[in-house]
């Protein structure tokens, strides 16, 4: 989530701009089940303007009447919102809505860890009841300093709920032509940061890759290895064979969690071939994370539709799914039911 926390310190900073006041609402608790979890955010301006959500579509507009009453008396709150008779889900959610005015140092703080790709937390202080309190509120914790809001008690009998903000994900693509271009757009709106790369003889610039945070060219053996991080998703999309031979020889032992290879599965036997003919000293774990042809096999033929199979594949590696095997017990114990 932290895209989406990104996107709501951007809008504060507008709103700050022009001296238009902000709250901040969180999910802090929740029972039964939910269409978003505990730490889910959103911004509402005095306007009744907002940024991110914290359902579907539902909640929204109460959050922005309950608002009303901290823009006007300064004062935290919190809210439940009942699921079970207003939702589909079948369950209720906490809701903790504040001031938000981050003062510069703050800011720099966060942009400092974004940059340096640092993690850091927000700890929530609340009350799991329908009630306004002064010391309800949001703390930051970074590296070497926290910053705590401006009632805090330290031995307080709240409840803290506390969340890591973590590095963006990155996805790096190895590539410059169309296909990579859509990609990158792909992965850009699922809230990813994208690097693409070219070779050093690739005729490229950021302005054919507008959703990428950055562009360049460089000889494969000249990689930044911190670009590849565990956090990593890197794509092999040149279309040519040699190029990313020499690309995948440089960041094949890297700790990036998920490497696709575009091409059929022959093309992904004959590359992995040529690695193990060099005298590059591999464990055997680096393979588990190779994937060729790249991407959900969900019969994609546009460029488009192969970014989302791709993106779908990498999601899925990053979220697996824990509740499958429960979820298909419950389907078969209801038709052996009937």
Not at 62 to 81: A, G, H, L, T
Not at 82 to 87: I, V
Not at 174 to 196: C, N, P, R
Not at 226 to 248: G, I, P, Q, Y
């Amino acid at each position: 989530m932290t895209h989406e926390f990104l996107k709501i310190i951007e809008s504060y900073k507008k709103a700050s701009q022009k001296n238009i006041r902000t709250v901040l609402a969180t999910i802090v608790h929740t029972e039964g089940s939910s269409y978003r979890k505990e730490g889910t955010q959103m911004l509402i301006d005095e306007y009744k303007n907002i940024t991110g959500a914290l359902s579907g579509g539902c909640v929204e507009q109460e959050v922005i009447r309950q608002s009303i009453s901290v823009f006007s008396s300064n004062c935290p709150k919190v809210f439940k919102y009942d699921g079970r008779f207003r939702l589909g889900c079948e369950g209720s959610i906490y809701i903790l809505i504040e001031m938000f005015q981050p003062d510069n140092e703050l800011l720099s703080l966060i942009e400092q860890a974004i940059e340096q790709r640092q993690s850091f937390s927000l700890s929530c202080s609340f009350l799991a009841e329908e009630i306004s309190q002064p010391n309800f509120g949001t703390s930051f914790e970074f590296k070497d300093i926290t910053i705590y809001h401006s009632n805090y008690e330290k031995d307080s009998n709240n409840l803290v709920f506390k969340q890591q903000i973590q590095p963006l994900n990155r996805l790096c693509i190895f590539g410059i032509e169309h296909d990579a271009e859509k990609l990158s757009q792909m992965a850009s709106f699922l809230g990813w940061e994208v690097i693409v790369i070219g070779s050093e003889y690739s005729a490229v610039n950021g302005s054919d890759f507008p959703y990428a945070k950055s562009v360049f060219t460089i000889k494969p053996e000249d990689l930044d290895p911190n670009l590849f991080c565990e956090n990593t998703a890197v794509v092999v999309m040149s279309h040519n064979f040699s190029k990313d031979l020499r690309f995948l020889l440089n960041i094949i032992s890297s700790k990036v969690r998920y490497i696709g290879l575009l091409g059929p599965a022959h093309r992904r036997e004959k590359l992995l071939n040529a690695i193990l003919d060099t005298d590059i000293l591999i464990d055997d774990t680096v393979f588990d994370k190779i994937h060729g042809p790249a991407g959900l096999a969900i019969g994609s033929q546009t460029p488009e539709e192969i970014a989302l199979s791709i993106m779908a594949e990498i999601t899925s590696i990053w979220r697996p799914q824990k509740q499958t095997k429960f979820a298909c017990f419950s389907i078969e114990k209801s038709l052996a039911g009937k």
